[in-house]
């Protein structure tokens, strides 16, 4: 799973995680931070919220590295409680411009059954 998540909360987000039993198996922040425990996998994403609620994903010399508008959010649902996602096409987007792993191309096989 990914998550983009406000810069803010990433620390209380990581801390939750590691207490969860999740270990660290990727570091590359600011940009994002991936975790594993068992088969599952976080990839947590931190972006600065800009006043219209716009993010920014800067890498490790402070350049912006993505842009998060907001038009590209929507509401999902886990286990029937509503959260904010990206739209399947923002996800699409997000995909491009690297060879795919075996997880892209999985997430890819399921969107495009959106």
Excluded at 73 to 83: D, E, F, S
Aim: hydrophobic fraction near 40%.
């Amino acid at each position: 799973m990914d998550l983009f998540v406000d810069a803010a909360a990433t620390d209380d987000l990581l801390g939750w995680l590691l207490s969860d039993g999740y270990l660290e198996e990727v570091n590359e922040l600011p940009a994002r931070v991936q975790l594993r425990r068992g088969r599952f996998r976080v990839d947590v994403h931190p972006m600065s919220l800009g006043a219209a609620t716009n993010g920014t994903q800067w890498n490790a010399t402070g350049e912006a590295i993505f842009l998060h508008p907001v038009r590209s959010r929507t509401t999902g649902h886990i286990n029937g409680h509503p959260v904010c996602v990206a739209t399947a096409a923002r996800l699409r987007e997000l995909r491009q411009g690297y060879p795919p792993r075996a997880e892209d191309r999985h997430d890819l096989q399921l969107l495009s059954r959106l």
